[in-house]
């Protein structure tokens, strides 16, 4: 007995001229769980959820979502579907109600059903009060909960979340994905999000696919991932330098066991390197460059590290770059603001 | 069954987008305003008739020293005083009148010349110059008009004093032979606002599809709000009807206002049914619909949609026969003309307000507005279709 599928994709690929966007991702998301894009904004993370939804059609591969075809029976697929799209899917002048019957009339709600629906989802995220007051008079932390309930009328199997806590602070982020596991566990929604936030991933998700300039480079368990790069023959470590030097960096690059090294400020690196005497070597090259090490901390593997092993990038140089680029580029689906946060 | 669900989808849409509409007090306002500025400014920028002429600046010059000339003089500010159309000002010489029409202190002069009475005693006509300023040609062409024409008048006049030896019942009939009675095919003097009402209730109506629908299209595409509905299971159709719906309801409210200010302040007289007043403004939208959804699927953001109606709404505007009689209009542009829906649908307005015209007497108009609608209709739809599932 195989396990149960929600979405499966094969070959999916996705071109707006010459630029792909989507480069031939083939994976799977198994019902009820949790599954994570993660990557850099423009890495095709939006692109991708935009074909499983049916919003976009794929330039070649095919893929189903719920075992339907999104390309052949695309009206069906949107039936099952709910998505929380990064821009918020609301009319400012629209009370929360209004927005919701609005949308409750499109899944064909009867009115019955429809009340009933509102009512319940509006106690889900404490907004009973608000119902009548328009979204434009909303806290963007507000806006989003009616944003994310809105996705949920039609009781939708699988949830789309494109950056679903992106520009929120950091308690209204806390309470978007509380709610989104409690919609995991209790009413065992198999959701697809997308982020570029390592933590959110590393919290969340049950698996995770980073994507990196359209194609999936790794996809398993957090945990898995991070075991990638740790381990007795890998070393993450951060040093203090005060006399830190570009030599120094240089020689360092050099050594055959460094696989990333990348500077914090003026006085600190942290170094990716591996084989059993990395850190030996680290140490006698700093010492031989004339440098004075103050302090030495060894780290556990975050996902920052592991997409910098897999990519040889930082997250954050990535989406700088592929953000200027999609400025001019005709995906103009992510250009989100917070393309540029450090996430650690 | 899907036709009740698509119309219902529709429904809703249109109910948002009208709620969406009522609550934005620009908006509202602008509805109103619109229209109100639109019939006070081509009511007064364009002045109807030369009876309308009032204290135009006007200089005199005689350089005939001859009775003739004194006396065309008497008879001309004689008459002037009856009809207070000109206000007139001396002048030395022909050249003076042309430096005090460059300075701008008079609109054109009148020149009596040196051998006007040498001429006329000759037996020969005596010539009355008229000069105007040309660099605005429609009062240019109005006073000529009306100096003719005053002219004219007072050379029958003259002849008529001439001939007083006669009988003075035949005098007239010898020096003017032939004379025109007009009849009227409605009561009353048509003003320039009843010309152009029914034009701008139809362009309005264009305007609400050709501006409004791409608009409402494109902005809910840029601020994302659009995928809500395109990942909800209903016929891609429904969103464009939804907003076809919403927008002709504001466009119909639009131009019934302009119909409304027209009749109460501008005095414009409806002498058709006002049932086929309304049929035409929907016929027009029906005409426009196809277009409308046309220029919505080749746009894919807020700017672009604008800049795209601009271009085609200009030339609709001023060739749709709204504000220029068509037949002004040179060969060329008659026959863009002919293929614009807004020329036939501002000449049906045009023919049941104006003329009191029925069904009947414009079906060819009906005809073209229906045929372009579908025409365009079976473009769009699939076209709309297409560019919704990029």
Known sequence: ?344 | MKAKQLLSHSAWICWKDLLEFARSKMALVMLLLMPLFMMIMVGFIFPDSAAMMEDVPIALVDLDSGPMGENFTMQLEGLNEQTGMMVLSGATDIEDIRTQIYAGDIDGGIVIPANFTQNIMAGQQGTIIIMTDQSNPQLSMQTQQALSYVIDEMGTYAAIGMLSASDSNTTLATVQPYTVEIEDLVEGDPSYFQFVAPGIMAMVVMMSLMTGLPHAISYEKDTGTLDGMLVAPIHRLAIILGKVLAQTTRGMIQGILILLLAMLLFGVVIYGNILIVLLIMLLTVLSFVGLGILVTSFTDKEETASMIMMTMMFPMMFLGGVFFPIEQMPGFMQTISSVLPLTYATSAMRKVMILGAGMGDITTEILFMVIFGLVFLLISVPMFKRAMNK
């Open chain 1, 1 to 344: 007995m195989t396990e149960e599928i929600a979405i499966q994709t094969n070959e999916l690929t996705k071109k707006f001229g010459d630029l792909v966007a989507v480069d031939k991702v083939s994976f799977d998301v198994k019902k009820g769980e949790i599954f994570g894009f993660l990557g850099p904004n423009g890495a095709g993370k939006t692109t991708t959820i935009r074909m499983l939804c049916t919003l976009t059609r794929p330039t070649d591969g095919t893929a189903t979502v719920a075992d339907l075809d999104i390309k052949k029976d695309d009206h069906e697929v949107r039936g099952h579907i709910g998505l929380v799209s990064e821009k918020l899917i609301m009319y400012d002048r629209l009370t929360a109600y209004e927005n919701l019957k609005l949308f409750a009339k499109l899944y064909n709600l009867s009115k019955d059903q429809m009340e009933k629906k509102i009512d319940e989802l509006l106690k889900l995220v404490h907004m009973e009060k608000w119902k009548d007051k328009q979204i434009g008079t909303y806290s963007t932390g507000m806006k989003q909960r009616i944003n994310v309930i809105r996705a949920l009328l039609n009781e939708p199997e699988i949830l789309f979340l494109d950056e679903p806590t992106l520009g929120l602070d950091p308690q209204s982020t806390a309470e978007i994905r509380e709610f989104i596991r409690k919609l995991n566990t209790e009413l065992n929604t198999t959701i697809i999000l997308t982020t570029h936030m390592m933590v959110e991933a590393d919290m969340l998700c049950d698996r995770l696919g980073i994507i990196d300039r359209g194609k999936i480079v790794a996809l398993d368990t957090p945990e898995n991932l991070k075991k990638m790069i740790s381990g007795n023959d890998n070393l993450v470590t951060e040093m203090n330098i005060p006399n830190l030097t570009n030599t120094m960096v240089e020689t360092l690059q050099a050594c055959e066991c460094v696989k990333t090294i990348s500077r914090l400020d003026n006085t600190k690196i942290k170094v990716q390197a591996n084989g059993d005497d990395a850190f030996d070597i680290i140490l006698d090259t700093v010492r031989a460059g004339g440098g004075k090490i103050t302090s030495v901390k060894n780290l556990e593997p975050t996902l920052e590290d592991v997409f910098l092993h897999i990519t040889g990038r930082e997250v954050r140089d990535q989406a700088n770059v592929k953000q200027r680029a999609e400025n001019r580029g005709p995906d103009g689906h992510s250009m989100g603001g917070g393309g540029n946060r450090r996430v650690r």
